[in-house]
């Protein structure tokens, strides 16, 4: 069934509403396959969405302290920018970005 | 806006470090031009020394590079020299013409090497040790000649003959004085440092007096003949007499550059020029309170301070500098700081070693450490440098001091002073996995100067930090004088600001600031909600000096903190219900075991805390367990009171005076719920057998047969620290008040992720003393405060699982659906 809602809304999923994040926090979305995404709203109300895995050991990045545009990660302190995925100098790394929308009060994830 | 403009004239390492920070703080303030003498980018002069020795080359030693100066959209005039400053049409003009408008004026010139009036100064083949130029024609010269004299036996005159002698030639220094470095060593040092660099084959002639430098065949310079007729060989004369302010430009300004000995460009503590509060300088030019520094260290405090007023922050003052010296001649360690020529009212510890070669002499006057010279063993230098700078009370360790901080027994390893005599493959972060090598490696090509900078590139001393020292320790030896250690406690929090933990938790006092966001805008943080390292250490401070007024932010807490438990590798978490002083009965340990079998818990646990530790539970069943356990948290997670570890006492040990498990549970109940700086353990024992270890915990209580003796500020983790006796008292009452108000001055006072054992030595046990034994009054207002802190503390799981838990509260554990 959800299969076909998806479709139908042009692969934008309704996940909840931005009030469901608390500022400069984030929330976990369970996907259908491919792991958890976090989506995470920051203190200007922008939402964005990351695979929920750090590139350095896999830390849950949901689970972190949310600053301007960057995450903390809980596990090792590397700090992933939220649009990009990209982790911040001197660490390498990146985390895979989803796409992310509000509209309405509504957060849209692509999937 | 209009851009203001910026001109800087100079670009050295003063200069350039103050842009770099002025541009951290403000990077769109400013159109920014330098105008440079020198046909480079900035490099670091510092070691020049080692280039001439052959251990680096040029390139390496780049700090700004042409690339930076375009990547931060600054106008560049390398080679070209300013002749004119015109103040009144506000611009500057070099000697090819080229001119620049200012609002703003940086001056930072440096110095120019002194070279004494003696005839034969200006022949082909004498030199200054100053640039790049200087050090590629000495170079040059050591290809083609066979006898160099150096003019001057201070720390660059030391560095050019050691480098020019491992380029092969035969080297002569000569000196005025009656010993070598008599500005930063006492004589038997110098005398020690003079006989191994004879060793290596440096000759020395002292207390000689140049008269004249000799014309030899070639129309170069052939010989130097002094006072007393004698005559020696040379093909290069280095003159290294000294350098003196280069002032010269901003003179011809009008600006006041002093008189008599204290010349140079006179400023006020906020770095501008007496003269124009439009034009600022910095770096070795500059006379601040009559001193110029002639070192880097000084100088970047200084750029920090005026990049400060340049970005229109305006706080921060420079009040002048301590130095210390270390020579980069490699192989051989001598530090020197203070003020070491003794005196009527100092005193010394001396440690001579002639055979060993190790000389220590710590000068000391009214218990206060006033300078010292090492020799040969020098990894206690910046222990001694910051004692020295904090004005620290030493009596008390007197006795230990000459050993070095490792005998101190201090947190960290902080004192195992061994950087330089170990090899690139030893590890030295066994947390991250990082060697020598790869903080050499990076300390080089990357130029890092701070502790900061390496942590951020390396990952050394990230996570625990019992490193830290060492980390320390090898980036001073690499960097040499351009490191000069800040103590943890002058630091800025982190990069959102230019306050200390210190500075912050004080305007939160005075200021009566009751959230993040008010604390931010009145202490101008840098960035618009902090990061993860200072929004945590605000939240402390709110709700540790305004309990039940300051509003907790749980965004502002480590995970740990806002799930009222503890993540693991995986991403699960663990859960340790609270077990008052360890004891437990069969209807919780029934409970605890269903609970883990309906959770399908993959580890159970005893603790070393005396409790039991269910591992792995998935996020989104917190509650669910902690409902099921129907117990309270046991705060195993938090910046808190942990536990209480208990031995059975006199309930039923045959030896047990006292009562422990009874002492240790009032104690884990009054403390029930307390957020403190760091986590805090406490363990009671009920005979000095002390069988809970009550001698490593923040407050260890050891039952007698006559009272109770309290010991503060042990640690059993990273390295051990044996509890400090605090006191004996005699009833329940008192062992209550006495630790609580010893936890309270913690609470109050101690700096965030700032362990009991480093607060007690930040601030000493006597301070502690006197506020929890001397001052009755005082014991009892902590204690009051400690108690109305902790009034109505409730238990954070059951407020998680209640029916009637705040949605936003209980959302924390719920997942969302894709």
Not at chain 2, 289 to 316: D, S, T, W
Request: charge should be neutral; glycine fraction near 10%.
């Amino acid at each position: 069934m959800n299969t076909f809602e998806i479709s139908a809304e042009a692969g934008w999923k309704d996940i909840c509403a931005v009030e469901d994040i608390p500022v400069l926090g984030s929330r976990v979305v369970k996907a259908a396959r491919g792991g958890d995404i976090a989506i995470f709203r920051n203190a200007d109300n922008e939402v964005f969405a990351l695979h929920d895995k750090c590139p350095h050991k896999q830390g849950p990045l949901s689970q972190g302290i949310v600053h301007g545009r960057q995450v903390t990660c809980p596990l090792h302190s590397w700090k992933i920018e939220l649009d990009s995925g990209n982790a911040v100098a001197p660490d390498v790394g990146c985390t895979k970005p989803f796409a992310v929308k509000v509209e309405g009060g509504r957060v849209l994830l692509k999937v | 806006m209009k851009k203001m403009k910026l001109v800087m004239i100079g670009n050295g390492m003063a200069g350039c470090r103050t842009l770099e920070e002025l541009l951290k703080l403000a990077p769109d303030l400013y159109d920014i031009t330098v105008f440079g003498a020198e046909p480079h980018g900035n490099y670091n002069r510092i070691l020049l020394s080692p280039v001439l020795a052959g251990e680096m080359t040029l390139p390496e030693i780049m700090l700004n590079d042409l690339d930076w100066y375009r990547d931060n959209a600054i106008t560049l005039h390398a080679g070209k020299m300013v002749t004119k400053i015109d103040r009144i049409k506000r611009r500057v003009i070099a000697a090819d013409g080229t001119e620049a408008e200012y609002d703003r004026l940086l001056i930072a010139t440096g110095s120019t090497p002194f070279i004494p009036p003696i005839p034969g100064a200006d022949l082909p083949g004498v030199l200054a040790y100053r640039d790049i130029g200087d050090t590629e024609a000495m170079i040059e010269a050591s290809t083609k000649y066979k006898h160099a004299v150096v003019i001057g036996a201070g720390l660059l005159g030391l560095e050019a003959a050691n480098g020019l002698m491992l380029r092969g030639m035969s080297v002569t220094v000569v000196h005025l004085a009656d010993w070598i470095m008599e500005r930063q060593l006492d004589k038997p040092a110098a005398d020690m440092l003079q006989a191994s660099l004879e060793a290596k084959g440096m000759n020395f002639l002292l207390s000689k007096q140049t008269e004249g430098l000799v014309r030899g065949e070639s129309g170069r310079v052939g010989a130097v003949r002094f006072k007393d007729g004698m005559e020696i060989p040379a093909d290069l004369v280095v003159v290294a007499a000294g350098i003196r302010p280069n002032f010269a430009l901003a003179e011809s300004a009008g600006i006041y550059c002093g008189t008599g000995r204290a010349r140079g460009i006179a400023v006020s503590d906020t770095l501008q020029t007496v003269t124009d509060p439009r034009v600022y300088a910095v770096g070795e030019c500059v006379a601040h309170r009559g001193i110029a520094y002639g070192l880097v260290a000084p100088l970047f405090e200084q750029g920090k301070v005026c990049a400060n007023h340049l970005a229109n922050f305006g706080i921060g003052r420079y009040e002048g500098s301590v130095t210390s010296t270390k020579l980069k001649v490699t192989g051989i360690d001598v530090f020197s700081a203070g003020d070491f020529s003794g005196g009527p009212d100092t005193e010394d510890i001396v440690l001579h070693d002639k055979q060993g070669g190790v000389y220590k002499r710590i000068v000391i006057r009214n218990n206060r450490i006033v300078g010292s010279v090492l020799y040969g063993d020098t990894a206690d230098g910046s222990w001694y440098f910051q004692l020295m700078k904090d004005g620290q009370d030493i009596h008390e360790i007197r006795d230990h001091l000459m050993f070095g901080q490792n005998h101190l027994g201090d947190a960290g390893h902080k004192g195992e002073n061994k950087a330089a005599a170990m090899a690139d493959t030893a590890e030295v972060c066994g947390c991250n996995g990082v060697c020598k090598g790869t903080i050499v490696k990076a300390i080089k090509e990357k130029g890092l100067f701070t502790l900061d900078e390496v942590k951020k590139h390396t990952k050394a001393a990230s996570s625990c930090g019992s490193c830290t020292g060492l980390v320390e320790q090898i980036l001073a030896s690499t960097v040499g004088g351009a490191y000069q250690a800040v103590s943890a406690h002058d630091k800025p929090v982190c990069g959102c600001t230019e306050l200390s933990h210190g500075d912050v938790r004080k305007a939160i006092r005075d200021h009566k600031l009751l959230n993040i966001p008010d604390a931010m805008e009145t202490l101008s943080w840098k960035t618009p909600n902090g990061c993860s390292t200072c929004r945590p250490a605000l939240n402390y401070y709110l709700i540790s000096t305004w309990p039940h007024e300051a509003k907790d932010d749980p965004q502002s807490r480590f995970i740990n903190e806002r799930a009222h438990a503890n993540i693991q590798k995986d991403g699960t978490y663990s859960v340790v219900p609270q077990m008052l002083g360890g004891v437990t009965t069969p209807a919780e340990l029934k409970r605890i075991a269903e609970v883990a079998e309906k959770y399908k818990v993959p580890t159970v646990k005893v603790t070393g805390g005396q409790r039991i530790d269910l591992l792995g539970i998935r996020k989104e069943d917190l509650p669910h367990v902690w409902k099921d356990l129907g117990m309270p948290s046991g705060h195993a997670y938090g910046k808190s009171i942990r536990t209480v570890k208990t031995c059975v006492g006199a309930e039923h040990c045959r030896f047990g005076t006292q009562r422990s498990m009874a002492m240790g549970i009032d104690l884990e109940k009054m403390l029930f719920g307390m957020w403190s700086p760091h986590k805090v353990k406490l363990a009671v024992s009920g005979c000095p057998r002390n069988c809970a270890e009550a001698g490593i915990k923040d407050v260890g209580v050891i039952g007698v047969d006559s009272g109770w003796e309290l010991y503060v500020a042990g640690n059993g983790g990273i390295k051990t620290e044996v509890a400090q006796f605090l006191c004996k008292v005699q009833t329940r009452e008192e062992v209550m008040e006495y630790s609580g108000a010893f936890l309270q001055l913690y609470r109050e006072e101690g700096f965030y992720l700032e362990r009991t054992v480093h607060y007690v030595e930040r601030v000493g046990l006597e301070h502690v003393k006197k506020h929890v034994l001397e001052n009755a009054e005082s014991r009892k207002a902590l204690f009051e405060r400690l108690l109305y802190a902790l009034q109505d503390a409730k238990d954070p799981w059951a407020e998680r699982y209640a029916a009637d838990a705040v949605p936003a509260v209980r959302r924390e554990f719920e997942i969302l659906e894709a």
